[in-house]
């Protein structure tokens, strides 16, 4: 056989295995215009999806075992919420109103978004379930006495960027609660517990309820949890929350 036929034949054989594949170039051109979308929208900032993402909001992946294209749809093309001041803790809308797309990008979106196969590597459970750990001490609460330890537990608050999030001694972020007094209505292990594991929204198989932002889980070291949850057991509750 000449060199000029071999490639010719070998050249057949690969159109033929291309035509064989079993995704369609419109399949992966969803694929490709949905990731670039949700990146040069800035979705990854705080979502997570396909190993990529922020932890801010809920994962991805796996959506269509809880949502419908549809309710995709509506929630990114939908009508802002109506402003309001709330007196008690604002709804994640009220604080911040969710990102919206036009109808074209919304569709592109949505239809990448249904495709995402569940993440096998973190399992989607609420915990609210497994803690049963309201009012421990309640009105009994006494601040622990500041320690060595609590004092290191107070820096990692401001150095691992808790601050950001949570609000402690009147100052920080209000995208988590305030965690002034949170001896009165939560344990040391219950603490520790959220820490470490952060909150993952919803249970397997549950349908989900969107409530509020979740806590990213840390993966500070024992000690430092130890450390922080001192510290968050020497705050005393303020008059004002
Ligand atoms: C600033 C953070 C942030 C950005 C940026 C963001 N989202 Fe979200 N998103 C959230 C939060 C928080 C929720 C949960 C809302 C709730 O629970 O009420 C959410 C919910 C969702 C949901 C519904 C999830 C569910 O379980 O029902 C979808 C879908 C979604 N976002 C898609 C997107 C897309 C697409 C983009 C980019 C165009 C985007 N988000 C950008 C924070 C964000
Ligand atoms: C991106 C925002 C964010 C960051 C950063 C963050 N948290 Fe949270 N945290 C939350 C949200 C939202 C909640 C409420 C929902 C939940 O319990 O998961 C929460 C809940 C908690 C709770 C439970 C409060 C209660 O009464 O149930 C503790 C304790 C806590 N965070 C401590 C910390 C510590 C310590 C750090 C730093 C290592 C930290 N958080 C970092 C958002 C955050």
Known sequence: MNKRLGIQIGLAFLLVGFGQTGTSGKEVDLKARGQTLMEEKGCLNCHYVQGD????????????????????????????????????????????????????????????LIGLPADESFEMKGHDNEWKDIFPQGSQFKPHKVSKSSREGRKLFYKKGCIACHSTEGRGGRIGPSLNGIGATRSKA???????????????????QPTSYSMPPSSLPKKDVKRLSEYLLTLPSLPTE
């Open 53 to 112: 993402g922020g932890f801010i909001a809920p994962p991805l992946n796996g959506i269509s075992k809880y949502r419908s294209e549809a309710d995709i749809l509506k929630m990114l093309t939908g009508p802002r919420p109506a402003k309001k001041v709330s007196e008690s803790y604002p709804s994640p809308e009220e604080l911040m109103s969710h990102v919206r797309l036009d109808e074209a990008d919304a569709k592109v979106v949505a239809a990448y």
């Open 190 to 208: 219950f603490i520790e517990q959220r820490i470490n594991s952060g909150a993952v929204i919803m249970k397997s198989g549950a349908a989900y």
